[in-house]
C-alpha cells in the first residue's frame, strides 16, 4: 500500500519527542507511552519501531517485537490531524513485513473494545478477536486480536 507524500522509515533517537507528542494526542494520560518505553523497544534486538512521515515531519508510528513465533503489535498511533487517510494501514503493513523478517509467523495485538476506528483498521487487515481482556486497560476491557495464528482460537 502507498500513501502519497508518505515515507515510512525506522525509528531514530531524535524522532522520541515527536512520538511522545502524539502518545499524548491520541491516548489517555494513563495509558501513553514514556520515553523509557520507545527507549527499550529501540534497543531490543528483536524489536521494531517505524515512523511515519510527512515532509520531514513525524505523523505517525508503529511499533512491535516479536515473541517466539508470535509478532507482537505494541502500538500505532497518527497524530489525529493525520488520521483517516491510510497511514494506520500502512504503517501496520510495514511493521507486519519487518515483523515477519525477524521471525515472526503470526501476529498479535491488544486494544481497547470501545476504540472502533483501531478495531476497523485491524479487522481490514485481516485479524479477528480471540478474546475478551477483562480489565486490560487499568479498567477498560481490551480485545486480543490475531492474525494467521491458528492456535489461539482465530
Same mark, same amino acid.
Given at each position: 500500500m502507498a500513501v502519497a507524500g508518505i515515507e515510512v522509515r525506522?525509528?531514530?533517537e531524535q524522532d522520541i519527542p515527536a512520538l511522545l507528542e502524539i502518545e499524548r494526542e491520541c491516548f489517555p494520560p494513563d495509558l501513553a507511552y514514556d520515553r523509557a518505553v520507545f527507549e527499550e523497544l529501540s534497543t531490543m534486538s528483536n524489536?521494531?519501531?517505524?515512523?511515519? *512521515?510527512v515532509g520531514g515531519r513525524v505523523v505517525g508510528y508503529a511499533a512491535g517485537v516479536v515473541e517466539g513465533s508470535y509478532g507482537h503489535v505494541?502500538?500505532?498511533?497518527v497524530a489525529p490531524s493525520w488520521q483517516g487517510r491510510g497511514?494506520?494501514?500502512? @504503517?501496520l503493513e510495514k511493521l507486519e513485513e519487518k515483523l515477519r523478517g525477524l521471525g515472526a509467523a503470526c501476529f498479535v @495485538? *491488544?486494544?481497547a473494545v470501545d476504540n472502533e476506528r483501531a478495531i476497523r483498521l485491524y479487522t481490514k487487515r485481516g485479524y479477528r478477536v480471540a478474546r475478551v481482556l477483562k480489565g486490560y486497560y487499568g479498567g477498560r476491557d481490551g480485545f486480543l486480536m490475531v492474525k494467521g495464528c491458528l492456535y489461539l482460537n482465530e
Open positions: 525506522v525509528f531514530k524489536g521494531v519501531i517505524l515512523v511515519a *512521515e505494541v502500538s500505532i498511533a497511514i494506520g494501514s500502512l @504503517l @495485538l *491488544e486494544v
